[in-house]
């Protein structure tokens, strides 16, 4: 498997707090996304980083801010939970654009209350 | 927008049947497709296609892309109760999209003994 960790793998929280959900890898990849899989709907791209500081929205990023400020490190933070955002997480990385598999981690499941 | 569309979205066979899974697609610049198995945990790798590589195989597993009709097949021959899972299909944009992918909403297939 990729080296790639998430924490923490399941999180309970009430609506209207933050959560900060980490991605740690350690490929050196450049390429690092947030995805999250809710049933029927497959997986849906949160946002996205294709460097240090670098980062773009995905097509369902409203409510979610992310950052990465070293290689190894992608954080997706829930600004304030609320229960639609009740998910299944997940990281990927890619070492190339396009062309390039994506790995995934092992998720986090959010519960929102 | 990108859409991928997976069809059908549930299968129900039994050991030794052949399957076989259709993916189309609608993607702006495409780049490459690809299939992932999703059991109890992260999806992980199957195939990836490309204009330059249109055809996979792996053991029992095989896989087509048509360009023309914007679409692919993923074939399980001799199935077994261990394919039982989520496969997914998504396809990878180019030019600035840094790799993004589009997922469908996956097809659930069960494998009876």
């Known amino acids: 498997d990729a080296g790639i960790t998430q924490s923490p793998r399941h999180k309970v929280t009430e609506t209207g707090t933050p959560v900060t959900l980490r991605c740690h890898q350690t490929?050196?990849?450049?390429?690092m996304y947030w995805y999250r899989q809710d049933p029927g709907h497959g997986l849906r791209l949160i946002h996205y980083?294709?460097?240090?500081?670098?980062?773009d929205k995905g097509e369902v990023s409203d409510g979610y801010s992310v950052s990465r400020s070293k290689t190894e490190d992608f954080l997706l933070t829930l600004e304030s939970a609320t229960s639609s955002q009740t998910s299944v997480y997940f990281c990927?990385?890619?070492?190339?654009?396009?062309?390039?598999?994506?790995?995934f981690g092992p998720g986090t499941r959010l519960t929102v209350t | 927008e990108d859409k991928v569309v997976q069809s059908p979205l549930s299968l129900v066979v039994h050991e030794g049947d052949t399957v076989t899974l259709n993916c189309s697609y609608e993607?702006?610049?495409?780049?490459?497709l690809l299939w992932y198995k999703q059991e109890k945990k992260a999806p992980t790798f199957l195939f990836m296609l490309?204009?330059?590589?249109i055809e996979k195989k792996s053991g029992r597993l095989s896989s087509i892309l048509d360009k023309k009709e914007l679409s692919s097949i993923l074939n399980i021959t001799a199935t077994q109760t261990g394919d039982s899972a989520i496969y997914l299909c998504?396809?990878?944009?180019?030019?600035?999209?840094?790799?993004?992918?589009?997922f469908g909403q996956g097809t659930i297939l069960t494998v009876h003994p």
């Open positions: 990927a990385i890619s070492e190339s654009q396009g062309k390039g598999e994506q790995y």
């Open positions: 490929e050196n990849h450049r390429y």
């Open positions: 980083s294709y460097g240090v500081k670098d980062t």
């Open positions: 993607v702006t610049n495409f780049r490459s």
């Open positions: 490309t204009s330059s590589g």
């Open positions: 998504a396809v990878a944009a180019g030019g600035t999209s840094y790799g993004k992918l589009t």
